[in-house]
């Protein structure tokens, strides 16, 4: 602790201590990430030479290896770049996302990047939407340059969206979705939208997780997709950082203090940028998810990534809307649950079968209406054995829908309000992620009460519970 102390007021035979240590191949792998955080926080350029020659060290792999990595893009070092390079073909696809902040991170770095596409040596696909965004803010007419050789125009905000929009609606009709290879899908995905969403576990939790949204919706997802800037949460809107030295950091900050900015960049790599080191800061009015996802990808990619973000699990292809009952198997249905007790407005089940921009399991939902913000609704939930369980769940959205706080056996399942506010056409949230906990046999008790609701929602405070999937792990 003291070495650590004395590393980080600047004490030089503290930071060999932990140089070394870090270079060390028989050092344990806790010893040497514990080494990496030290130098790292204390901002120890003297590092960078060492950490280049891990990329190429065979006792340096996993997380230690991605650490490694991302600290380099901290640092600031003119051989940095090269060294990545070298080695970027060895990398992982989480590994390729933790190089890409230092690739991108100044007009130098930049250009010998752009440089190694235009070359062969480099996979033109490593840059992102959103990397070249951060390469045009550094308005620098040498990166413009290589920008329009390596990648081409880069386009602004489209207006046409109702066009665009009905091209993809043709050609991501239900057959060649059902047809598509989710296989390709997976790698589109994690070579793009992964670098900021998680999907079936998989991916960086920069931006909101996939898994619960409503993807199955094609229009839910061509909205989102060919217009992310309509409607922009506060929380991910683009933060372009513009450092003395000369290097520029975009990404969402997650946090502040007084003295530091906690930012995560797509990939997920996390850097605590120190106010001191700032000479900028601008707030985009943009979402950092890009626009011309779709643009940057032939007509077939688009199909595979479309399958794949809409599929159920990842492997098994969109089922096809056929007539005739729909049921999730093994699902708690919410028109079946025991109503404990509510203290405003009244229950019932409702046919869904004639709402069509989604489908409801067994073509019905738990409908409460009636109800004013501070009422409950208690629910049952049977537990056949005492065990950990994954809680998942769907409920309804649409323009007179409130917003909820849920909570079992008291415990809270949404970190914030769940919003089912939908402007337009009744739709499911598709699979909501309530949680592991452990649970004994018997009866728990399922709460939901009713919060404020969305100012541009039409008050009436309903609520709509598809399913429940109560599963044993």
């Not at 609704?377 to 005492?386: F, M, S």
């Amino acid at each position: 602790m003291v070495n650590e102390l004395d590393a980080l007021a600047g004490d030089e035979s503290s930071r060999a201590y932990f140089r070394a240590q870090l270079a060390d191949a028989n050092a344990p792998a806790p010893a040497r990430q514990r080494a990496l955080s030290v130098l790292v926080q204390a901002r120890d350029r003297a590092a960078a030479p060492i950490l280049q020659a891990r990329l190429t060290d065979a006792s340096v792999s996993g997380p230690l290896r991605r650490l490694v990595i991302q600290a380099l893009a901290t640092l600031g070092d003119d051989a940095t770049v090269p060294a990545l390079l070298a080695a970027f073909k060895s990398f992982t696809t989480e590994e390729r996302s933790d190089a890409l902040p230092a690739l991108i991170a100044n007009p130098q770095a930049a250009m010998l990047t752009l440089e190694a596409i235009a070359a062969g040596s480099l996979d033109r696909a490593v840059l992102s939407p959103v990397a070249v965004r951060q390469l045009k803010s550094m308005q620098n007419a040498q990166v413009d340059a290589l920008i329009a050789r390596v990648i081409g125009a880069v386009n602004a905000t489209k207006a046409d969206f109702a066009k665009n929009k009905a091209k993809y609606v043709d050609l991501l009709k239900a057959k060649p979705l059902r047809r598509a290879d989710l296989a390709a899908g997976k790698a589109l995905f994690q070579q793009s939208c992964g670098l900021c969403h998680q999907l079936f576990g998989e991916g960086n939790l920069v931006g909101p997780s996939l898994t619960g949204s409503n993807r199955a919706n094609l229009d839910y997802l061509l909205e989102n997709v060919l217009d992310p800037n309509a409607l922009i949460g506060k929380d991910y809107q683009l933060n372009v950082f513009k450092l003395k030295n000369g290097n520029t950091v975009s990404g969402l900050v997650q946090s502040e203090t007084t003295e530091v900015f906690n930012t995560v960049m797509p990939g997920g790599v996390k850097l605590a940028v120190a106010k001191a080191e700032v000479a900028s800061r601008e707030v985009l009015a943009v979402s950092l998810m890009p626009e011309g996802l779709f643009d940057a990808l032939q007509p077939q990619q688009v199909i595979e990534l479309v399958a794949y973000l809409q599929s159920p699990d990842g492997k098994t292809p969109l089922a096809p809307r056929v007539t005739g009952v729909w049921k999730i198997d093994g699902a708690l249905e919410g028109e079946a649950l025991k109503v404990l007790g509510v203290t405003g407005g009244r229950t019932s089940g409702q046919s869904m079968a004639s709402f069509k921009a989604s489908r409801w399991s067994g073509n019905d939902h738990l409908w409460w209406t009636g109800g004013k913000p501070g009422d409950t609704l208690t629910l049952a939930l049977p537990i056949a054995e005492k065990g950990l369980y994954q809680l998942t769940f769907v409920c309804t959205k649409a323009h007179d829908y409130g917003r909820f706080e849920l909570r079992l056996d008291g415990k809270l399942l949404t970190d914030r309000g769940l919003d089912l506010y939908n402007p337009k056409e009744v739709v499911t949230t598709g699979e909501l992620d309530g949680g592991r906990h452990e649970l004994t046999a018997g009866e728990h008790k399922l709460e939901v009460k009713i919060l404020t609701p969305n100012p541009v929602a039409t008050p009436l405070n309903m609520f709509g519970l598809d399913y429940l999937k109560v599963e044993k792990k």
